[in-house]
């Protein structure tokens, strides 16, 4: 298929950015969305020209490094899908595909496609931890765990950190991911000494990042490669207002 | 230089060889830890684990890793699980169990000592991960659940559905965390490690450069700690995450450690298989897919379809049973299709050169659950693989319920490594090597999962204590990255990247990496023979020249420069693929991942040679395209004695 791509190109962060425009003909239908950039960078770098700057990693959809605006949506339209797992026979012959970086205040633009995400580092340097020295550990099986509850937390663990929950929200608010980290270790019997303090001292984190806060949208699930449910977000709400009535209101 | 190499085991009972070793080890008093600055290179299972963990004694960490985020490591995309010698399900395990099949699987070519201290520390992994929050699957009754793996003969396997690694990393990265917020451990995001700083014989410090602002900068510690993977991508085509690569321990290696088993390589059997000259990287499938799906090829050519040839075939439906072969469970009839996986993988190339594969360029096997689906119905293969199921689905764009899945071996991890002592430290004191980077524990096969019990073992139990002896017996030194140790260094890394840039030539970076993959897949992959080998020998030199002379690295060492960083990746790649040749040349037997053709008995199977290849082959660095020199550590077996392998 032949195919007309608007990529947005910026140098670095402090420069302004703008679209530009690559036509891509014989594109094959197997080919991954990422391996369709690696095939114009490839050629952009036979010519002397910069390739595009995108980041990538694993390309099976778990290490998070991955992720832009393919038509508007993060990782593009595909449910349940990280960018390098998007094929191109979700294209059709013809399309033009705009292709942006994440948009956030706390994301700022490293170069082209590429953005900084160590604010959601940041935000579990706060808090999203149990605090268990190494050597420290009981016996695994001295604290048996409800299957349903510990399958709770799973689901919310299973988070890759790749933004895509900020990107899609018109508040660019990151309380899918930090929610997401509260449920997992709330939910442990593991993550009880710490529970109340944790939800303070992450969102406090999250205000201090620059992210917004949440309007009931509910974009980030729809966007969340991993499908992680809004009750992550509703779980950290009721925590943090139990954090409230225990007293614990500063981070 | 003269080397002798030691691996500095206690001797008498092994059980208590790790105690009594701990024990004899000098400790860093508390008051006297924070004057020490270790430099921790690497934030996956063993490199994360090792600085949150020496940051918890009171050390000061220097961290390092290339990516965005301590996350990315490539631990994360880790599937399947992590054995230990629990026994929870009292089915007869034990820390001499795990040891004696590590050391088996592992085709008599690891360390006994070693492996027995990792088997004996695996309990101690999943305790320390439990306590972490990391979700294992569990039982109605609240326990851990384990599952067999990889034809183990009992359920030690420890598993977080199809994501063990990720969770395992995020435990580990949040251990880590938690000491980046408390001070003692100083992140450094976005920085590569392109050296290592050698002063009075000793490694003080790395130069890396910070891939926003291109700045090369030099560092200086007490000690240098490299957790920095494997290798694999050194066939371009792997299972490895894109940047994954051979730098840090290359760069070490030049410096003066030893570089050991370099040919011992662990190809998966059960990879996505490749679908066009685009393609990038490969997918792995969990082998657990192999305990209920079934292995196949069409018996006759003529059914088998390749689209690079437009070659239709049949389609694997309409092929009678009678018309398939089972080649798994006929040539393996007591162990079937969960023969390890060197013999899965070899089996499998075995039929596509006879021409019976199927898919692009007809290297592709079938993968049939069809039989499953009848036993357990739709929905319990659904619940056992349903997100495997899915993921294959995304990629191929077929659907697994109803057409076999199609499966290829690829590369996936790498036995050998930097060779390092009983301590985890390398030839050069003061150079930690720890996980997958080291060649330690494995021997010339690893077990499946068994990559991550090592690499947090390393990072969590024992290299800490080992770091701490060799800092008791040194002493707090002065860290200053102004001395012409330092400065030399520097100057070598900013030359070579000059000169990257300077060549301004006609090919992409990628272009150079795909050729030498090729190369090395063809003739150092899963059979090697004396003929390919040196074919190989030959091209690569030639290969490199060309690189040196007509690479294309557009804009400069100044911002993000993504082609610079792959370029720098891939010139160390092709200086690395000649001595993993020469040293498969060298080893003239068949042990685990490495299958030399002209070493097999009558039925194709592996033929290793106690008597002259028992032991590990630690290479001395002489220069590029120097011979380099051949060291040799002699391997003893006092409790594990070497037999042929038979899954029969």
Not at chain 2, 144 to 171: I, K, P
Not at chain 2, 464 to 472: D, E, Q, W
Request: charged share 25%; net charge neutral.
């Amino acid at each position: 298929m032949n195919l007309t791509l608007q990529i947005w190109r910026q140098k670095d962060r402090n420069s302004p950015g703008q679209f530009q425009t690559y036509k891509m003909e014989k594109v094959n239908e197997h080919m991954s969305f990422l391996e369709m950039l690696d095939v114009l960078n490839e050629r952009l770098e036979a010519e002397g020209q910069e390739p595009v700057a995108f980041e990538s990693d694993c390309r099976e959809g778990i290490c998070g490094a991955c992720g832009c605006m393919i038509n508007g949506a993060p990782h593009g339209h595909l449910p349940r899908t990280t960018t390098c797992q998007l094929h191109m026979r979700e294209f059709k012959d013809g399309d033009t595909i705009t292709i942006e970086p994440f948009r956030a205040e706390a994301f700022p633009v490293v170069k082209d496609l590429v953005v900084d995400r160590s604010s959601l580092d940041r935000i579990i340097q706060a808090g999203g931890f149990i605090s268990v020295r190494t050597g420290s550990a009981p016996d695994a099986n001295a604290t048996p765990v409800v299957k349903d509850d510990s399958d709770r937390a799973f689901d919310a663990a299973t988070c890759i950190g790749c933004g895509a929950c900020v990107a899609s929200c018109p508040n660019a608010a990151a309380m899918l991911f930090t929610g997401a980290k509260i449920t997992h270790l709330g939910l442990l019997p593991q993550g009880q000494p710490e529970r109340y303090k944790r939800v303070v001292d992450m969102t406090a984190q999250m205000d201090k990042e620059a992210f917004g806060h949440c309007s009931n949208f509910g974009e980030c699930t729809v966007a969340c490669p991993k499908g992680i449910s809004l009750d992550v977000i509703a779980q950290m709400n009721r925590d943090l207002l139990v954090a409230q009535f225990k007293g614990r209101t500063e981070a | 230089m003269s080397i002798k190499l030691e691996a500095g085991a206690p001797g008498g009972p092994i059980e208590t060889a790790w105690d009594r070793h701990k024990f004899s080890m000098k400790i860093v008093n508390p008051a006297n830890k924070r004057k020490y600055d270790i430099i921790v290179v690497g934030t996956g299972l063993a490199g994360a684990a090792a600085a949150a963990t020496l940051a918890e004694l009171g050390y000061n960490v220097l961290n390092f890793c290339f990516q965005d985020s301590p996350r990315r490591a490539h631990s994360i995309a880790a599937q399947g699980g992590i054995n230990a010698a629990k026994n929870y399900q009292n089915d007869g395990d034990s820390i001499y169990r795990l040891f004696y099949d590590t050391v088996k699987g592992g085709d008599f070519r690891a360390r006994e000592r070693n492996v027995y201290r990792l088997a004996q520390v695996s309990v101690n992994i999943i305790d320390q991960a439990t306590a972490q929050g990391v979700p294992f699957a569990r039982e109605y009754g609240g326990l851990l659940d384990n599952r067999s793996f990889g034809g183990a003969q009992v359920s030690r396997t420890f598993y977080a559905r199809g994501q063990t690694g990720q969770q395992l990393l995020l435990g580990a990265y949040q251990a880590h965390a938690k000491m980046v917020a408390a001070g003692k451990i100083k992140m450094f995001y976005r920085h590569e490690m392109l050296d290592v700083v050698l002063k009075d014989g000793h490694a003080r410090g790395i130069v890396a450069r910070d891939l926003v602002s291109g700045e090369v900068k030099s560092y200086a510690g007490d000690c240098v700690v490299l957790a920095t993977g494997g290798y694999g991508n050194v066939f371009f085509l792997s299972t490895n995450a894109m940047g994954c690569n051979v730098t840090a321990t290359w760069r070490a290696h030049r410096r003066g450690a030893l570089f050991a088993n370099p040919c011992y390589t662990q190809i998966h059997p059960t990879c996505i298989p490749v679908s066009g000259d685009y393609q990038s990287k490969l997918t792995l499938m969990s082998e657990s897919l192999r305990n209920d799906g079934r292995v196949w090829v069409p018996k006759d050519p003529k059914d088998c379809w390749d689209d690079a040839a437009g070659k239709v075939g049949r389609h694997p439906n309409q092929i009678p049973e009678s018309e398939r072969d089972y080649y798994l469970e006929r040539r393996y009839p007591a162990f079937g299709n969960l023969v390890p996986r060197d013999i899965a993988s070899r089996a499998a190339k075995q039929v596509c050169d006879e021409g019976r594969g199927v898919s692009y360029k007809g290297r592709g096997v079938y993968l049939d659950f069809s039989d499953a689906i009848k036993r357990l119905g739709r929905k319990g293969v659904e619940e056992r693989y349903g997100n495997l199921f899915e993921m294959y689905q995304r990629i191929t764009g077929e659907d697994p319920y109803e057409v076999p899945m199609r499966m290829y071996p690829a590369s996936h991890y790498t036995m050998g490594g930097l060779w390092v002592d009983y301590n985890t430290m390398s030839n050069v004191p003061g150079l930690f090597v720890l996980g997958e980077a080291n060649f330690s524990d494995h021997g010339a096969n690893r077990l499946g999962a068994s990559a991550l019990m090592q690499g947090l073992a390393d990072g969590y139990f024992v290299a800490p204590p080992c770091i701490g002896n060799y800092l008791a017996i040194q002493g707090a030194r002065a860290k200053d990255t102004n001395a012409p140790e330092f400065k030399a260094v520097e100057q070598d890394v900013k030359g070579r990247l000059s000169k990257l840039l300077a060549i301004k030539g006609k090919r992409s970076v990628d272009s150079f990496h795909r050729e030498l993959g090729l190369l090395i897949w063809d003739n150092c992959g899963m059979g090697r023979t004396k003929e390919g080998l040196t074919k190989a020998l030959g091209r690569i030199p030639a290969l490199r020249d060309e690189f040196w002379q007509n690479v294309s690295v557009p804009g400069s060492d100044t911002g993000v420069n993504q082609s610079l960083e792959k370029a720098g990746r891939v010139a160390d790649f092709l200086e690395f693929a000649e001595l993993m040749c020469l040293d498969a040349l060298e080893r003239e037997e068949s042990c685990g991942g490495h299958f030399r053709e002209e070493h097999q008995d009558a039925e194709g199977e592996a033929r290793r040679d106690d008597e002259h290849f028992s032991h590990v082959a630690a290479w001395e660095f002489k220069g590029v395209g120097q011979r380099p020199e051949l060291h040799k550590e002699q391997l003893t077996f006092d409790y594990v004695k070497p037999s042929q392998r038979s899954y029969k």
